[in-house]
């Protein structure tokens, strides 16, 4: 079974640095793009930063932009979100996400973790 | 940026009922739209891709249809599980977008 496990979120306050993990075990990681997507109450879903299964290619919503850095290790099946400068705005719950091809255009997400929780707050 | 509307926000159906959801797109999509479900602490769950066809595992209750602009999630028969929030997605343009969803809850 696919499984995609976030972890390193929590209580930062504004202006510092996370960085998200996403251990993905079940499929061969290397195959797929992964990628990032926030939930919020008020703004809903966002797809934040997806990237190409060889790490080659990623996009950044412009609202993350300079800020957030996507990263990944096949060899290790691990998805990272590095992110920076964090703002309240940033406060949501952040999944990771499977597309269901090498590349993430256009192409669904077909997986999801279970998400982690990031509050940006002093 | 395309924007997804979703309507209605709410619906408010019985156990058994048919459901019917749309989606608007502000451009044209082709087929490139996807649905999900979400409940309550979970993540949302694919259901349907390439705006009819259903993921692997979803029930044959659950169909998709529309190209273009315009989408339709059809629930023939409601059963208790199906109560939950539903978004459209597109992803045949970066960035890719979601609707705000709609909650279809028990009447």
């Known amino acids: 079974d696919v499984q995609l496990l976030e972890s390193g979120g929590g209580l930062v306050e504004p202006g510092g640095s996370l960085r998200l993990s996403c251990a993905a075990s079940?499929?061969?990681?290397?195959?797929?793009?992964m990628g990032w997507v926030r939930q919020t109450p008020g703004e809903g879903l966002e797809c934040v930063s997806p990237?190409?299964?060889?790490?080659?290619?990623?996009y950044y919503a412009d609202s993350v932009k300079g800020r957030f850095t996507i990263s990944r290790e096949n060899s290790q099946n691990t998805l990272y979100l590095q992110m920076n400068s964090l703002t309240v705005e940033d406060t949501a719950v952040y999944y990771c996400?499977?597309?269901?091809?090498?590349?993430?255009?256009?192409?669904?997400?077909?997986?999801w973790g279970q998400g982690t929780l990031v509050t940006v707050s002093s | 940026e395309i924007v997804l509307t979703q309507s209605p926000g709410t619906l408010s159906l019985s156990p058994g009922e048919r459901a019917t959801l749309s989606c608007r797109a502000s451009?044209?999509?082709?087929?490139?739209l996807a649905w999900y479900q979400q409940k309550p602490g979970q993540a949302p769950r694919l259901l349907i891709y390439?705006?009819?066809s259903r993921a692997t595992g979803i029930p044959g209750r659950f169909s998709g249809s529309g190209s273009g602009t315009d989408f339709t999630l059809t629930i023939s028969r409601l059963e208790p599980e199906d109560f939950a929030v539903y978004y459209c997605?597109?992803?045949?343009?970066?960035?890719?977008?979601f609707g705000l969803g709609t909650k279809v809850q028990i009447k």
């Open positions: 390439g705006a009819s």
């Open positions: 990237m190409s299964a060889t790490g080659g290619t990623a």
């Open positions: 451009q044209s999509l082709g087929a490139y």
């Open positions: 079940g499929f061969t990681f290397s195959n797929y793009a």
């Open positions: 997605q597109q992803y045949g343009s970066s960035p890719q977008t």
């Open positions: 996400v499977r597309y269901n091809d090498a590349w993430y255009s256009p192409h669904p997400i077909d997986y």
